[in-house]
């Protein structure tokens, strides 16, 4: 008796070996440059907010220093004037703030790493993400890839990238996972002559875990 | 004392004082002589009050300001919390000095303003264009995600369990944004440090 299509499983499972992977991203630390448009509107919604706004004590001391300055210098100041023309004025007080921010030393946005283009520093690239990336032996070849490890019994899918990752470095990576979902996905075969063999997979099922490193 | 109570078809009247009484009772209850009674009213007449040593009432009102000013002291001496910014209120003082204040600007030319219009419109195209570009972002995150679950799944029903768990550990979660400048190596600042002493309840 045929056995219906519908009843029909694979009964021959095809053996896929299960592969771990993970994609540990270093995410911008400084805000990109900003686009020519967003620069333009920058400088309009500015130039808005100051026609728009008030006067600021500031610029109300700013303004009555000056009527102070014109009266002395047409001589019909009174004694109050002097009084107050001897303290700070504001305009010192700005002129004080601005040389303190130009003085003020700031990091670089270009970092040495990237004068170096030393690809294995994390301090390269500050705006951009940059993904981890290893040499790995495939088969007979070495390629860059994202670092991954056959999954072991008894693991988690998890558990294995988190094994993958401690392989990869020496010491221990300040990193966390968001989460124990996987983020990707990638199925590939073995060449002909390794699937052929017996007891060995058809190919490798590459499941991707996100990782974000930690900084402190 | 017992007050009468008279009921008539259409009022119901208590009378109060004696003298009342007497005119009621005269008017409705005449032939008994003598004696009068009223019906129960379930109250008393105000008690005569005592006067009181004004020495006394004055003592004892000092003693009641002295209690509250000390607690005003003590309220004082203890910092005074900040107003949340929700009840804050422009200091009236402003609302005079706003024509002072106001600006004395030409007004803006046609051509500017014609300008302006059309930077705000290829703005608007911009931003339509970026949050396109996020939202086809997340999809394909999103979507990436689905896959490689739904691989899983068919791969193993268990793994699949493990990998759809909450990690609780993530919440709550804190990511600190990009800022303009990276972080200076070795900055001493010359405030000091933020050291945060507030108490943990856990």
Redesign the interface.
């Known amino acids: 008796m045929r056995l219906s299509s519908f009843a029909s499983t694979q009964t021959a499972k095809e053996k896929?070996d299960?592969l771990s992977a993970v994609c540990l991203e270093r995410?911008?630390?400084?805000?990109r440059n900003l686009?020519p448009?967003e620069k333009?509107?920058l400088s309009?919604a500015q130039k808005?907010e100051y026609?728009l706004?008030?006067?600021s004590d500031h610029e109300?001391q700013l303004e009555k220093d000056r009527e102070r300055q014109e009266r002395i210098k047409q001589g019909d100041a009174d004694d109050s004037d002097m009084d107050q023309a001897s303290l700070n004025s504001a305009q010192d007080f700005e002129d004080a703030s601005v040389e303190e921010l130009s003085k003020f030393?700031?990091?670089?946005?270009i970092?040495e790493a990237d004068k170096e283009k030393d690809q294995k520093s994390l301090d390269r690239m500050?705006?951009r993400h940059l993904l981890l990336v290893v040499r790995q032996k495939l088969g007979t070849s070495s390629v860059w890839i994202l670092p991954q490890g056959q999954r072991q019994e008894g693991e988690?899918?998890?558990q294995a990238a988190e094994r993958v990752l401690a392989e990869s470095f020496d010491g221990k990576v300040q990193s966390r996972?968001?989460?124990?979902?996987?983020?990707?996905?990638y199925?590939y075969k073995y060449p002909k002559h390794i699937r052929e063999q017996d007891g060995n997979s058809i190919g490798a099922?590459v499941?991707?875990h996100y990782i974000a490193p930690v900084?402190k | 004392m017992i007050l009468v109570n008279i009921f008539s078809s259409r009022r119901t009247f208590i009378f109060t004082s004696f003298k009342e009484n007497m005119i009621g009772i005269r008017r409705f209850i005449q032939p008994l002589l003598g004696f009068h009674t009223s019906a129960v009213q379930c109250a008393e007449p105000m008690k005569k009050k005592k006067k009181m040593d004004p020495s006394i009432i004055r003592h004892r009102e000092q003693r009641k300001m002295k209690r509250i000013e000390r607690s005003i002291r003590k309220l004082e001496r203890v910092e005074r919390p900040l107003k949340p910014l929700d009840e804050t209120q422009i200091p009236l003082s402003l609302k005079y000095e706003i024509p002072i204040r106001q600006r004395q600007l030409q007004p803006i030319s046609q051509d500017i303003e014609l300008s302006q219009r059309e930077l705000l419109v290829a703005w608007s195209h911009h931003k339509q264009k970026e949050a396109e570009r996020d939202l086809a972002c997340i999809r394909k995150l999103l979507d990436a995600q689905g896959k490689a679950l739904k691989e899983l799944k068919l791969e193993s029903e268990e793994l699949y369990i493990e990998a759809t768990q909450l990690d609780l550990s993530l919440l709550p979660y804190k990511a600190v944004g990009p800022t303009r400048t990276p972080q200076i190596k070795g900055y001493d600042p010359p405030d000091g440090d933020y050291i945060d002493v507030s108490r943990k309840w856990e």
Not at chain 1, 27 to 31: E, H, L
Not at chain 1, 105 to 109: L, S, T
Not at chain 1, 177 to 185: R, T, W, Y
């Open positions: 896929w299960l995410k911008p630390v400084i805000a686009l448009i333009e509107v309009m808005m026609r706004s008030l006067k109300i030393p700031f990091a670089d946005r970092t500050l705006d988690t899918m998890r996972f968001l989460g124990n979902a996987p983020c990707g996905f199925k099922k499941v991707y900084r």
